[in-house]
């Protein structure tokens, strides 16, 4: 039987390196070229509604949602991700510091849209967090969902049991920084079933392209202009 990588010191306080994070995802390939636009896509028309961007880190997607006419609220549990983002966004923007395994400071249908873009992976838990973004929606509400990719996993990890949910951590740079994130892997039917045990319609799955302009920007990982390539696993949930 595979055994699970070995899981090193970790933490997902992106205080520490919360600057060289926002320099470094506001023009890259996987954040700026893929996540971003992946989500705004399945977010479609935004104007005139109500959105909570969970996780909203330095304030990216909120301001493309801003941007596009959503009366968006933002919630991070890092302090320093969202001063970087109250710089960005200015003083009239609704940011909170919260976590989502606390209950949401919110009323019940507070939001037609809610966004987890690269939040819920690092969770051990999902149910709770599922039934709180679940309460804040009006009936109708959609949940725009990415999380890491569960096939690339075992292609990162060979040895690893896919079919169990464990931690485990990957090192990653950012700028001259270096960080230790703690994730939390789920084979593909385990999180299907966490969106259905949560009451959630499954919508949309979807595995996105980059930008038609990756291949020119970046040609060394994005080899030919029609090129995908597995990374995040991207889901559209609606609210019965």
């Not at 989500?39 to 304030?59: E, I, N, Q």
Request: glycine share 8%.
């Amino acid at each position: 039987m595979a055994s699970e990588p070995e899981t090193t010191a970790a933490t997902t306080d992106y205080d520490a390196f919360a600057e060289a994070y926002a320099a470094d995802t506001e023009s890259n390939l996987i954040n700026a070229h893929y996540t971003l636009p992946a989500v705004l896509d399945l977010a479609g028309d935004v104007a005139g509604r109500r959105v909570l961007d969970v996780g909203c880190g330095p304030g990216p997607l909120f301001a493309s949602l801003r941007e596009r006419g959503a009366e968006v609220t933002g919630v991070e549990p890092s302090a320093k991700m969202l001063e970087l983002a109250r710089g960005r966004l200015g003083d009239d923007a609704l940011l909170l510091q919260g976590d989502l395994n606390d209950p949401l400071p919110f009323a019940d249908g507070a939001f037609d849209l809610a966004v987890a873009s690269l939040v819920l992976h690092y969770l051990e838990d999902w149910s709770g967090p599922l039934a709180e973004l679940k309460r804040v929606l009006v009936p109708g509400g959609r949940l725009v969902v990415a999380v890491n990719h569960p096939f690339v996993y075992k292609v990162i990890h060979p040895e690893g049991n896919y079919f169990t949910v464990h931690e485990y951590a990957e090192e990653y740079t950012f700028g001259d920084q270096t960080a230790v994130l703690s994730h939390w892997h789920r084979p593909l039917h385990a999180v299907m079933n966490e969106f259905t045990d949560a009451g959630f319609r499954i919508a949309v799955v979807g595995e996105p392209h980059p930008t038609p302009d990756a291949h020119e920007k970046f040609p060394e990982q994005v080899k030919q202009p029609d090129s995908a390539f597995l990374c995040f696993l991207f889901l559209v949930l609606e609210k019965p």
